[in-house]
């Protein structure tokens, strides 16, 4: 595929620091996407995806689908020739995780007692 044909493609982390700017063909998919960001996920953050389902990627407001390829998922003022588009990355774990591990948590929590006080 001719270069000019690429899109050029940064993602923002949580804390502004980025990840790329890489280059992909318009037939990428999100999916595509997502599993380069976590191949390439910076090893010195806090917060760290365990999967690309952990992943969500954000561009001009919308939360993107694993199906859509690049081309369906750029705005049209992304356009402009020789631009770097940046998508935001949000890291969320699954509903089903994020449950077991709260209650994983809650279980190891130590009992507190409770005292009231009556005012007579």
């Known amino acids: 595929m001719p270069e000019e044909d690429l899109v050029e493609l940064k993602f923002r982390l949580y804390d502004g620091s980025d990840v790329g700017p890489f280059h992909y063909s318009p037939t990428a998919t999100v999916s595509m996407l997502k599993e380069r960001i ?11 995806p365990r999967t690309a ?30 631009s770097v588009i940046t998508m935001h990355v949000v890291v969320q774990p699954s509903p089903t995780k994020a449950r077991s591990e709260k209650k994983i948590e809650e279980d190891e929590a130590p009992q507190r007692s409770f005292c009231s006080c009556t005012i007579m």
């Open 38 to 48: 976590l191949s390439e996920w910076p090893k010195d953050k806090k917060i760290v």
């Open 53 to 82: 389902n952990d992943i969500k990627l954000i561009n001009a407001g919308k939360i993107l689908e694993n199906g859509k390829t690049v081309a369906q998922c750029k705005a049209p003022f992304d356009d402009l020739p020789k």
